[in-house]
Structure formats: C-alpha cells, structure tokens
C-alpha cells in the first residue's frame, strides 16, 4: 500500500485527489493539510511514501514546506501540484530536491501513475519539461569545464546519461537489454555516489559533466579526465 499526504489549501481539491487515489485500490491516503506548516507536521509525523505539495498555500507556501522537508528528511519523495507549470518556484521546488511537478488540469491517470511512480523513485517530468528544468539549472550556474567523477563505472555513466534524456527506469532497461531491477540499482548507486537527492539533479549533473549534449542526444565518449573504474555488469 502506496501512504500519500495530500497538501492543498483548497478542500474540493484535495477530496478529489484522495477519491481518484483511493480508487486506484493500492493507495491510502494518510494524511492532509491545509498549508504548508502542517504538511511539514504531517511528514514529520506521518512518514509518507509520498507527499503531493500544492505551492501556493497560506501561512507557509509549497516551496518552504519542500525546502524543510527534505532539509529534515532528505528521502522524502514530494511531487509538486501546480496550475502553472511555468511557475517560477517549481523549479526551485525542482532544485530543492522535489521528485517533480504534476500540472493540476494533468489527466487523472496521470496523477495516479505519478504517484505510483514517485513511491517506486522513478522521475515524474516529461522530456519537454525535463529540458526546461536543466536548462534553467544550467544557466543559474557558472558554466566550467567539469570532468567525469572517479567512481562511477562506465555502465552507471551510460544509465546516468540516460537519466539525462528524461528515460523511465523501464525505457533505459529496454535501450539497454537489461532488467529494470538492473537499472534501478544503477540509478541508485551513482546518485549515491554523486550524493545526488532524486533523477531531476542527477539529470542535471549529467547535462554538466557532458554526457548528454545539448540537443538531449547521450554522448558517445563523454570528457574523462579522471579515471574510471570498469563496469560490474
């Protein structure tokens, strides 16, 4: 059973989403909250698989609730509700650490499959949003030359590239032939590696060291620089 806390200030918004959810059958609604000071309570409290965050919220708005959260509980798993998906604090919700963003007009198999999806760790932006974001993220920082980090074998640098595109776990276990379960660990042990929060800054950390160029294409022989140590399988 997925356990999500709801947080939107605004009533008929949050029975929708725990009706469409609990209709789902493999989800509970644990927990909800009017503004972002009891969401922070909730997760503290509740310890959620996953938090949906709506950002404009009195008392304490989505963004700071996020940034507390995840500064307190770095494992948390919070999606961003917005109406806007332009709206300037879902990439600092984004940079934070949040696991992505659902537009609220999004159909509601959508907001099911992203809950599912973000409980199993898995990115919840479409490429065309995942470009914004990096570009975004790119831009705020001093652009360097940067070398491949030591550590990572040559199989976490071709997931992570692929991470880099916008691929499911299961797309990158198709475009390499093997299991997702495969891919997972991968995932898990270069952001582990690169103390990485969630896909949306490994994705960025990709674009920055130059595995993937700036058409969203991987690159073939990604700047080395340092030494890498060979693949495990």
């Not at 009533?11 to 909250?33: I, P, S």
């Not at 999606?79 to 940079?95: H, K, P, S, W």
């Not at 907001?111 to 973000?118: E, F, G």
């Not at 640098?157 to 991968?186: M, P, Q, R, W």
Request: aromatic content about 2%.
């Amino acid at each position: 059973m997925i356990r999500v806390v709801i947080a939107d200030d605004q009533a008929l918004v949050r029975a929708g989403v725990r009706m469409l959810l609990q209709a789902a059958g493999e989800m509970e609604v644990c927990g909800e909250a009017v503004d972002g000071a009891q969401a922070v309570q909730q997760a503290e409290l509740l310890r959620p698989d996953v938090l949906l965050m709506d950002l404009r919220m009195p008392r304490m708005d989505g963004l700071e609730a996020t940034r507390r959260i995840l500064g307190s509980w770095p494992g948390a798993r919070i999606v961003i509700l917005t109406t806007f998906a332009e709206d300037e604090n879902v990439y600092a919700a984004l940079r934070a650490g949040a696991i992505g963003f659902l537009v609220k007009d999004d159909e509601p198999e959508r907001m099911v499959d992203a809950v599912r999806r973000a409980a199993a760790g898995e990115p919840l932006l479409a490429p065309s949003v995942l470009r914004r974001v990096v570009e975004r993220a790119l831009a705020a920082e001093e652009q360097a030359a940067v070398q491949v980090p030591a550590g990572l074998t040559d199989r976490e640098l071709e997931v992570l590239a692929l991470v880099g595109v916008g691929l499911s776990n299961a797309e990158i276990a198709d475009a390499l032939h093997v299991g997702v379960t495969t891919v997972k660990t991968h995932v898990s042990t270069a952001m582990d590696k690169l103390g990485l929060r969630n896909r949306t800054q490994a994705a960025v950390v990709a674009h920055r060291i130059g595995l993937v160029d700036a058409e969203f294409r991987p690159v073939a022989n990604p700047p080395r620089g340092v030494p890498r140590s060979h693949p495990s399988g």
